[in-house]
């Protein structure tokens, strides 16, 4: 019985925060209303969460049409901690340092190759670098997450196909290497992530990561899907040709093989016989009426329509959001997209482009620090 107490408090802790994150600025009497506790439990709780300062009182609002004591308003108190972001990609590491609200306040991005021999060293360095001349707060660095492009389960790496880190737990590393709580998560799950905290409204969205590979973060109904093994999402692993080009994961024809940026990348090295192709080359290319090109685009936008069809089919989205350098610097070939789901199922969901662009794996990372460290689930930051 007293484990079932410190647990509703914890609970209730919780919900109160939420609101306040949610609502802010927000008198005490308003969070009763909208937590549904009564105010002597507010009261106490707003009096713990101002003693570990995560919410300060930030003024004083006007009296009701009765007239009364005016009401104190109360915010969270973004600048409590710390919070540190890594995105492994197969050719960069990108790094965030933020307040718990997501406000960056240093990132950084470095370009080379990575692989199972370099991928510990050069996390642990990105991570020692980003905490070079820390802003005070109360409670310091509260976590790092860390995004791995391939199947990620309670922390552990199962499968990429760009770093073999089979048998290594990059995690039990990591937390020897500091003090403070370790995440490691699924590239795209944590770009949803982001999107859904810092970005969008609806509470059932897909975010697809198109870089490198093709991959899906699922939220519906508030809530990340991950499925039974960690593979949920993996949709760049559907096979579109049978007995197509060959897949690390074992397949053949898989849909990122044809439809990916780096696929993109590859068709047009190959035509003109270059080494270096970006989004900006794409683009330029673009801009110029290239006539390869655009039949290039054409045809990917084609062959990532169906994928995009077969999520609209299975999760019935409030809204799919494209996250990649090349479609976000060409915001029209999603309206493209658009145009080829044709399906009376695919009506009313909405299709835009990532606002949050490549740092949207990041402030998915800081998201999901920050809601373990407070242990509020699946929180929304006001834009």
Do not use: W
Request: aromatic share 8%.
């Amino acid at each position: 019985m007293i484990t079932d107490k410190y647990l509703i408090r914890e609970q209730n802790e919780s919900l109160v925060l939420k609101t306040i994150i949610e609502n802010q600025p927000i008198s005490r009497a308003d969070i009763s209303t909208c937590s549904h506790l009564n105010k002597a439990t507010v009261s106490s709780i707003t009096t713990s969460l101002m003693d570990q300062e995560l919410v300060i009182e930030s003024g004083i609002g006007p009296s009701g049409a009765t007239g009364g004591r005016k009401p104190i308003f109360l915010t969270f108190n973004a600048q409590a901690g710390l919070a540190i972001a890594i995105d492994i990609g197969y050719n960069y590491i990108s790094s965030m340092l933020s307040y718990l609200d997501g406000t960056s306040i240093y990132s950084q991005k470095k370009r080379l190759s990575i692989s199972s021999e370099n991928l510990l060293d050069e996390i642990i360095e990105s991570a020692k670098s980003i905490q070079r001349d820390l802003p005070h707060t109360p409670h310091g660095i509260v976590g790092m997450s860390v995004a791995i492009h391939g199947i990620v389960v309670d922390n552990n790496i199962r499968f990429s196909p760009f770093y073999d880190v089979t048998g290594t737990s990059i995690h039990d590393a990591l937390t020897r290497a500091f003090s403070f709580p370790i995440l490691i998560e699924n590239e795209a799950n944590l770009t949803a992530l982001g999107e859904y905290t810092f970005a969008f409204d609806q509470k059932n969205l897909i975010s697809v990561s198109i870089h490198s590979g093709i991959g899906v973060g699922i939220i519906q109904d508030n809530k990340l899907q991950t499925g039974a093994h960690g593979h949920s999402g993996e949709i760049g692993h559907t096979i579109l040709y049978k007995n197509g080009l060959a897949c690390a994961c074992g397949n053949r024809g898989c849909l990122e093989k044809y439809a990916s940026n780096k696929a993109i990348y590859e068709k047009y090295s190959e035509h003109y016989s270059v080494t270096s192709v970006n989004s900006d080359t794409i683009t330029k290319a673009l801009q110029e009426k290239d006539s390869f090109t655009e039949e290039l685009l054409d045809e990917k936008i084609a062959e990532l329509a169906i994928g995009i069809n077969s999520l609209v089919m299975l999760y019935d989205p409030e809204i799919i959001i494209i996250n990649s350098s090349l479609y976000n610097k060409n915001p029209k070939y999603i309206g493209e997209i658009k145009k080829q789901l044709n399906s009376v199922f695919a009506r009313n969901v909405t299709l835009s482009a990532s606002s949050l662009d490549e740092e949207a794996t990041l402030y998915g990372g800081i998201s999901a620090v920050v809601t373990q460290f407070l242990k509020i689930p699946f929180l929304k930051f006001k834009a």
